[in-house]
């Protein structure tokens, strides 16, 4: 990794073992870091081990308290977390959780966007009408991060082309992207095609009508 930015170090690592309500469960080495380029709490899950000869499986998720802690069927953020914690354990890797919430606008914000939403906006466009950034995201401290923890070559689990470019940007080695899985719902769709169509997200919604 050719770095770009500041570095920062690993704070503390501690095992924690992880169950989600379906009753999956499996263990995670989480990882804390000091020296981070935003200041936030964004936390590491190192999860298996990878196969020798294989690249890890890295995924970025953005913080999501609607769809990760209350399952909120609006994003598909909750089942996203789910399937990679999944995927990362089996192949071997690390999942950033990054305090970005509502793609980086608040808590607060993405509810009001919400708010826009049900008159009839999309997420971009009820983001821009509160005068906000339609992605306000920035990957500097997830690249930091994996620098911090050793990650040389790695697959990215994404649908978003944006994570893949500013992690290269940053000095990422990113050997491919994987695509997550499709969790279109009837209060979803709606949310997953303005992906597709606004900011080119692999989603594979063929055969799904926006409500």
């Known amino acids: ?3 770009v930015h500041a570095t920062a170090a690993v704070r503390t690592r501690v095992t924690i073992p992880l169950t989600f309500p ?3 469960a ?3 080495e989480a990882v804390t ?3 981070l380029a935003d200041g ?4 590491a ?3 298996g081990h990878p196969a020798p000869g294989t690249a890890p499986l890295v995924r970025l998720h953005s913080e999501c308290l609607t769809g990760d802690v209350f399952g909120s069927a609006r994003c598909d953020c909750g089942p996203q977390l789910r399937e990679a914690v999944e995927r990362i354990s089996e192949r071997g890797g690390v999942l950033l959780y990054l305090r970005q919430e509502g793609r980086g606008i608040g808590l607060y914000n993405k509810l009001d966007a919400y708010a826009l939403q049900d008159g009839g906006l999309d997420t971009y466009e009820a983001n821009a009408a509160l005068g906000l950034p339609e992605d306000g995201r920035d ?3 997830a690249a930091q991060m994996l620098e911090a923890l050793g990650t040389g070559a790695f697959e990215l689990l994404t649908n978003n082309p944006d994570k893949a470019r500013q992690l290269r940007d940053l000095g990422a080695d990113v050997t491919a992207t994987v695509p997550t899985g499709v969790f279109a719902t009837d209060s979803n ?3 997953l095609s303005a992906k597709v169509e606004r900011t080119g997200h692999t989603i594979a919604l063929a055969g799904l009508a926006a409500a």
């Open 45 to 47: 899950l190192v999860l």
């Open 40 to 43: 936030q709490e964004h936390l």
């Open 33 to 35: 870091f000091r020296g």
């Open 1 to 3: 990794m050719e770095t």
């Open 139 to 141: 990957y500097t401290a």
């Open 189 to 191: 769709v709606r949310y």
């Open 26 to 28: 499996t263990t995670a």
């Open 22 to 24: 379906d009753g999956y």
